[in-house]
C-alpha cells in the first residue's frame, strides 16, 4: 500500500544531500551516468518551479582517483588534496550536465565556523538567497582543502541540516545507497522492517540508528537522524531515501513516501 504526505507536494525549497556511494564507482571515478540522471531529474524539478539546494560529496573520492592516490584515503591531508582536485572535477561535470538542460549552476563551500560567526552566516544566508531567486541551482559541499579537524561538519548530512537553517528549507531529502531507516541492521537480521513515517525523534526511534558502541552506523544512519533532529528546531521535515535511480524525487515531492519520511512538526 502506497503512503501519502500530501502537503510535502506543496514545499518549494529543497536541499537534497547526494552522498559518494551514489555519486562514484566502486574505482572512486564520478558515476557520469548517475550523475546525469540526477542533473536531469533536479532540472526538471526546478522547470517545475522547484528550489533546489544540492549538497554534493563526491569531491575526496573523484580527486583520490583523478590524481591516482591510494584509497581509501588514511591521513587527513591526503583527503584535503583529494577534496581540492576532486571539487573541480565535480564541478566542471556539474556545469557540463546542468548547462545542457539550461540551469545555471553556483557553488557554496561551507565550513563550520561560518555557521558560528554571526556575520559570516548572515553572508552565507544572503548569498543563499541571492542565487535562489536568480533561479541558480546552488552545489554545496564543506570546503574540505581548508576544513581541520574543529572546522568539519563531522560530514555532509550534518552540512546539509546547516544548509536548511542557511537557506530556510522546507524539506530534507537525504539520498544515500540505503532504502531509509530500519528498525534493526538490515544487513544483519532478514526481518528488519523498513519504517516509513516517523511522527517524532523519541529515544526508541533514535536507537534504531544504533547507538553508542554499536557498529551500525549503517549507511551512516547515525549522522542522519542528528541532522533530523537538527531541524525539528525549525520542524522542517526530512526525507531518507536510495538514491540509485534519481527519479524517486519525482516520487517523494509528488507526495508519495518513497524510503523514511520524519515528519518533525
Ligand atoms: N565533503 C566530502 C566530499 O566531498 C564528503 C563528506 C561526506 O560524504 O559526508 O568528498
Redesign the pocket.
Known amino acids: 500500500m502506497e503512503i501519502y504526505a500530501e502537503n510535502i507536494k506543496e514545499y518549494k525549497r529543497i536541499v537534497i544531500k547526494i ?2 556511494a551514489i555519486l562514484t564507482h566502486q574505482t572512486g571515478k564520478l558515476n557520469l551516468k548517475r550523475i546525469e540522471n540526477l542533473v536531469r531529474t533536479i532540472s526538471d524539478l526546478s522547470n517545475m518551479g522547484k528550489e533546489i539546494i544540492l549538497v554534493s ?5 573523484a580527486g583520490a582517483a583523478k590524481l591516482g592516490m591510494k584509497i581509501p584515503l588514511v591521513k587527513i591531508e591526503d583527503k584535503k588534496a583529494a ?1 581540492a582536485a ?1 571539487q573541480a572535477e565535480l564541478m566542471a561535470i556539474y556545469d557540463r550536465f546542468f548547462s545542457s538542460f539550461g540551469i545555471k549552476i553556483a557553488q557554496m563551500l561551507l565550513t563550520r565556523d561560518v555557521i558560528d560567526n554571526e556575520i559570516r552566516r548572515r553572508n552565507a544566508e544572503e548569498t543563499f538567497s541571492v542565487l535562489i531567486k536568480l533561479n541558480c541551482a546552488v552545489i554545496v ?2 570546503n ?1 582543502p581548508v576544513s581541520s579537524d574543529e572546522l568539519k561538519f563531522s ?3 550534518i552540512l546539509a541540516a546547516y544548509v536548511c537553517k542557511l537557506c530556510g528549507a522546507d524539506l530534507l531529502v537525504n539520498l544515500s545507497d540505503v532504502d531509509g531507516l530500519y528498525d534493526k541492521n538490515p544487513a544483519k537480521y532478514k526481518t528488519a522492517k523498513l519504517i516509513r513515517k516517523v511522527e517524532k525523534l523519541t529515544p526508541e526511534v533514535l536507537a534504531y540508528a544504533g547507538g553508542a558502541g554499536s557498529a551500525r552506523g549503517t549507511g551512516g544512519m547515525v549522522t542522519k537522524l542528528q541532522a533530523a533532529r537538527m531541524i525539528s528546531e525549525d520542524r522542517t521535515p526530512m526525507i531518507i531515501a536510495n538514491g540509485k535511480d534519481p527519479d524517486i524525487l519525482y516520487d517523494i515531492l509528488d507526495g508519495k513516501i518513497a524510503g523514511t519520511y520524519i515528519v518533525n512538526s
Not at 560529496?57 to 573520492?61: F, H, I, N, Q, T
Open positions: 552522498g559518494s560529496s563526491g569531491a575526496v573520492s577534496a576532486g559541499n564543506e574540505d560530514g555532509n548530512d
